[in-house]
T-cell receptor
């Protein structure tokens, strides 16, 4: 069975500071990994995904994540936070054998707060 | 494309009533997923379909929950009878090239 752990239910950073949201996974084989963002009262939007190609993945809105197999991690970063980045962020995994067509297992989410 | 469409956006009902949530996936997407989001349990996969066929319904909490996908452009999630603990946001998503596209969700409140 797969699982995802997101460290820190709330993360607060100043506008312009580095954003780092942590995600660790547990899986018998390297899974597909995803980061989604959810704004209030909206659905989830994909930020980026890792599907066994390049380990450093660039996504939308200036976010990127690096897959580290040795650390079973897929942390999300952004060099400079913007007020519009305030939202809930979810890390998710999917078994690779299904080509990503299996359901996603989500972490509990991290609420990102941007201080002016 | 209009994206994944869900209706209704909000539903308030009384305990014991039947509730039907609806989803229209993005045209051409062959897989459809139903998720539930609550404060206590986070986002959970309930069931998913591939080419209109249910593949895994192990996440459906009880027999009170049922889902159907009669054709490629429509799916329903039904709760009968509903209970207060079913209050949650229910999301539908459809899949293209490893990416799941989520609808805006249906916020269900069972009184």
């Amino acid at each position: 069975a797969q699982s995802v752990t997101q460290l820190g239910s709330h993360v607060s950073v100043s506008e312009g500071a580095l954003v780092l949201l942590r995600c660790n996974y547990s899986s018998s084989v390297p899974p597909y990994l995803f980061w989604y963002v959810q704004y209030p009262n909206q659905g989830l939007q994909l930020l980026l995904k890792y599907t066994s190609a390049a380990t450093l993945v660039k996504g939308i809105n200036g976010f990127e994540a690096e897959f580290k197999k040795s650390e079973t991690s897929f942390h999300l970063t952004k060099p400079s936070a913007h007020m519009s980045d305030a939202a809930e962020y979810f890390c998710a995994v999917s078994p690779p054998l299904g080509g990503g067509a299996d359901g996603l297992t989500f972490g509990k989410g991290t609420h990102l707060i941007i201080q002016p | 494309d209009a994206g994944v469409i869900q209706s209704p956006r909000h539903e308030v009902t009384e305990m014991g009533q039947e509730v039907t949530l609806r989803c229209k996936p993005i045209s051409g997407h062959n897989s459809l997923f139903w998720y539930r989001q609550t404060m206590m349990r986070g986002l959970e996969l309930l069931i998913y379909f591939n080419n209109n066929v249910p593949i895994d319904d192990s996440g459906m909490p009880e027999d009170r929950f049922s889902a159907k996908m009669p054709n490629a452009s429509f799916s329903t999630l039904k709760i009968q009878p509903s209970e207060p603990r079913d209050s949650a946001v229910y999301f539908c998503a459809s899949l293209s090239y490893n990416e799941q596209f989520f609808g805006p969700g249906t916020r269900l409140t069972v009184l």
